[in-house]
Structures are given as C-alpha cells and as structure tokens.
C-alpha cells in the first residue's frame, strides 16, 4: 500500500558530498518519524538519522554526526539525508523508514513500519 522510494546514490570520492531523497508514494499515512538506516555487505542494519515529523528533531548515530544532516519537507512527505565529508567507510546500501506511531526505539530497525528498497553510496579512497 506504502511505498518508500530512495534515489540520489551514487560513486563519489572521499571528501565528497552527495545528497539523498526519500519519497513516500501511495497511500497517504501520518508520520511519526522517519528516519534512514544502511547496511553494508556482511554486515547488519544501521541506523544513521531520524527525524521526529512534527517537530522536526533530529538524532544521528556518532558516526555521522556533524557531517550528515536529516531534513525532511512535510508537503512532499519526503526526507533527506545530506551527506558531507564523506568516507570509505560510509559505503553502503541506504534505506529509508517510517515509523507511523511512537514506539519504544527510533534507532532500531525493528521498530520501523515501512522500508524503501535502497540505494547504493560508494565512496572511494
């Protein structure tokens, strides 16, 4: 019924920037928070921001925080993840999630409603 659409993914050097989107595409639902998560090869989901939707409040994992920012445009329902700096290690396939309703944890995957199919960010050394 929801769809989650992630695109703005692509190679880019150490140092780079590069900007993703996330639109929700069907039916229409209220948001809690939205938030984006990633995953390398071998390795388990991550979280990296949430967005509280109404306040708009942000949280990002220490791994991220001061060169990425979450933002999101209410008319849209859409979100983004503004990636500076960015490192080898940032490698990863990028999803975003809705978490419709407040739930015990916005930094577990496991908690999250509907998820995107991804997008993949590479970063070169």
């Known amino acids: 019924q929801v769809q989650l659409v992630e695109s703005g993914g692509g190679l880019v050097q150490a140092g780079d920037s590069l900007t993703l989107s996330c639109a929700v595409s069907?039916?229409?639902?209220?948001?809690?928070?939205m938030g984006w998560f990633r995953q390398a090869p071998g390795k388990e989901r991550e979280f990296v921001a949430v967005?509280?939707?109404?306040?708009?409040?942000?949280y990002y994992a220490d791994s991220v925080k001061g060169r990425f920012t979450i933002s999101r445009d209410n008319a849209k329902d859409s979100v983004y993840l503004q990636m500076n700096s960015l490192k080898p290690e940032d490698t990863a396939v990028y999803y975003c999630?809705?978490?419709?309703?407040?739930?015990?944890?916005?930094?577990?995957?496991?908690?999250?409603?509907?998820w995107g199919q991804g997008t993949q960010v590479t970063v070169s050394s």
């Open positions: 999630a809705a978490q419709k309703v407040a739930r015990r944890s916005t930094v577990d995957a496991g908690r999250y409603d509907c």
């Open positions: 069907g039916r229409t639902f209220s948001t809690y928070a």
């Open positions: 967005i509280f939707w109404s306040s708009g409040i942000t």
